[in-house]
Each structure stands twice: as structure tokens, then as C-alpha cells.
T-cell receptor, first 114, second 116 residues
């Protein structure tokens, strides 16, 4: 059974810092990996989707990397801002006939202080 | 609509009552997914549909939970004889295609269920 772990569970940084969020998964047989942002009272917003054949994806100040063989992904946030405060979730989609469901990690709660 | 919508956004019910949660996916999306998210945890898969067919319901915790999507669009998740442990955020997502590596899921705002 696929298990996804995110470290740290919570993180507080001053504005302007660069930071890295970690995600690990136990089964490397995946289609892709997604990073989501979760804000209170709102749905999950997809930030980046990395296909299993890719090594990284970039969007603005965000960069996500994927090392499928070692079962790891990182989300790098450059020059953090208070508006980045949210919970960040990673999720993997399995290969084969397991269906299209996503397996999520527990999330990292990020607080960026002005 | 522009995105996935869910109703109600908040539901408070008494133990033993039945509840029905509704999901309206993005127009034209083939696949629809239900997840449940406990406080402080990531969402967990419940079930999913391709068109009107329920493809996988392995995540439904017990037979009090059921879901349907009779016309391949709107879906309803029903919980019978609710218990306090059913309290959670119930999230719905939809995707354009039924499979393939580029299948991206778009999530609705969720329904917060509280069972007293």
C-alpha cells in the first residue's frame, strides 16, 4: 500500500526566506506527483504536477523536483511571502489498474511571518 | 460552472440522521472522485466514477456510505445513520479524462460535516 509522508508537519519562517518542503512515498510505481495548496475554507489548489518521466517543474517562485527511484519530491519556495502561508499537500497517483485516485501526505502547515 | 462546486458547504446533524452531500463537477469532466479529510490530515480516497459508472469504492469505510452519479454529472455521497466519527471535510474532485498520465484532478471547496 502506497504511503506518503511529509516533513516537516509545520514550519514557521520570516518573510523573504527560501524554504524546502519534503515529500516521500513508498512505492515508486506512480504516474505523477502533484503539489497542492490548501487554504482554510477553500478547495485544494493544484500548484505543480510532475510526470513520472520528469525531474522537475517550475511555476513562478515555486520549483518541484521528483526523484522517483528514491521516492522523494521537494517543493522549493523562493523569497517566501506572508501570502504563501497555507498547508501544502503532496499527492501521488499510482500506475496500473489501481485507478486514478490520489494518495496524499499529511501536509506541511507553513506560516510566513512579515 | 467555472469550477467544482459542493453543497452544502457546512452540515451539522445529529447522530443517527442520514445526510446527502452533493458535488457538481466541471462541465464535461468524465471522472469524479470523493475524498474525506480529517482535521490535520491529508484527504483519503473514498470512491470514484467514470461517467455514471462507479469504478472503485474500496475507500468507503463501511456500508453506511454510498455514492451515485446517475447521469454522469452531479454526484451524491450519502451517509446513513451518521456517527460522530463521520465528522470530517468531504471533498469532491473531477478530471477531464478517465486515465492517462496527464489526468489532473480539480477540487471543490468541500463540505464540512459535523455530527453531534
Amino acid at each position: 500500500k502506497q504511503e506518503v509522508t511529509q516533513i516537516p508537519a509545520a514550519l514557521s519562517v520570516p518573510e523573504g526566506e527560501n524554504l524546502v518542503l519534503n515529500c516521500s512515498f513508498t512505492d515508486s510505481a506512480i504516474y505523477n506527483l502533484q503539489w497542492f495548496r490548501q487554504d482554510p475554507g477553500k478547495g485544494l489548489t493544484s500548484l505543480l504536477l510532475i510526470q513520472s518521466s520528469q525531474r522537475e517543474q517550475t511555476s513562478g517562485r515555486l520549483n518541484a523536483s521528483l526523484d522517483k527511484s528514491s521516492g522523494r519530491s521537494t517543493l522549493y519556495i523562493a523569497a517566501s511571502q506572508p501570502g504563501d502561508s497555507a498547508t501544502y499537500l503532496c499527492a501521488v497517483r499510482p500506475l496500473g489498474n489501481a485507478g486514478n485516485m490520489l494518495t496524499f501526505g499529511g501536509g506541511t502547515r507553513l506560516m510566513v511571518k512579515p | 460552472g467555472a469550477g467544482v462546486s459542493q453543497s452544502p458547504r457546512y452540515k451539522v446533524t445529529k447522530r443517527g440522521q442520514d445526510v446527502a452531500l452533493r458535488c457538481d463537477p466541471i462541465s464535461g469532466h468524465v471522472s469524479l472522485y470523493w475524498y474525506r479529510q480529517a482535521l490535520g490530515q491529508g484527504p483519503e480516497f473514498l470512491t470514484y466514477f467514470n461517467y455514471e459508472a462507479q469504478q472503485d469504492k474500496s475507500g468507503l469505510p463501511n456500508d453506511r456510505f454510498s455514492a451515485e452519479r446517475p447521469e454522469g454529472s452531479i454526484s451524491t455521497l450519502t451517509i446513513q445513520r451518521t456517527e460522530q466519527r463521520d465528522s470530517a471535510m468531504y471533498r469532491c474532485a473531477s478530471s477531464f479524462s478517465a486515465g492517462g498520465p496527464y489526468n489532473e484532478q480539480f477540487f471543490g471547496p468541500g463540505t464540512r460535516l459535523t455530527v453531534l
